[in-house]
């Protein structure tokens, strides 16, 4: 069984001018989910193929880097769930598809 191939993406955030930073794996899906869905947010059901139950690791990561995350909490009848909404300008300079 062959394995996944992860993306590496370089992007770059506040303040202007800021060093490139570099994500990998799933925090990188994660980070282009948030630039994608923007101020909507993102939720673990957006991702294809089925919820990253790791979804709340993989924002934490984001959010040491430092990039800003909200989580806004939706209630259901089940309980609830997560909703990141990003409030740090990102640009993404670069996707590399296959890891590293």
């Not at 673990?44 to 880097?65: K, T």
């Not at 939706?74 to 990102?90: F, K, Q």
């Amino acid at each position: 069984m062959r394995r996944r191939a992860h993306p590496v993406v370089t992007f770059t955030s506040r303040p202007p001018g800021s060093l490139p930073g570099i994500v990998t794996g799933r925090e990188a899906e994660t980070l282009i989910k948030l630039v994608q869905y923007g101020p909507t947010g993102l939720t673990a059901y957006d991702f294809a193929g089925g919820p990253p139950f790791r979804l709340p690791a993989y924002v934490a990561n984001l959010r040491a880097r430092p990039l800003e995350i909200e989580t806004l909490r939706e209630e259901h009848d089940c309980g609830w769930h997560g909703r990141y909404v990003p409030h740090t300008p990102v640009t993404i300079l670069r996707v590399q598809e296959g890891g590293l």
